[in-house]
């Protein structure tokens, strides 16, 4: 049910906001396809851009 789905949703692939790559370890503090710095949302831990004033996941503002 309900549940599930929000499992799902959280299974999504997570992609580099910079090059679209997927991002397959979230532990590291950079993309391993294109080599920048990645900058995590505070509220929903998923990489945003840091030029970014709201995450494009979750929609929480951002204090860069």
Do not use: R
Request: proline share 6%; glycine share 4%.
């Amino acid at each position: 049910g309900e549940e599930a789905m929000k499992k799902q949703k959280e299974n999504k692939h997570v992609v580099c906001p910079y090059c679209d790559e997927e991002i397959k370890a979230l532990n590291l503090p950079y993309c391993t396809a294109c080599k920048v710095t990645l900058f995590c949302c505070p509220k929903c831990s998923k990489p945003t851009s840091s030029d970014k004033k709201v995450c494009s996941h979750c929609g929480a503002e951002l204090k860069c």
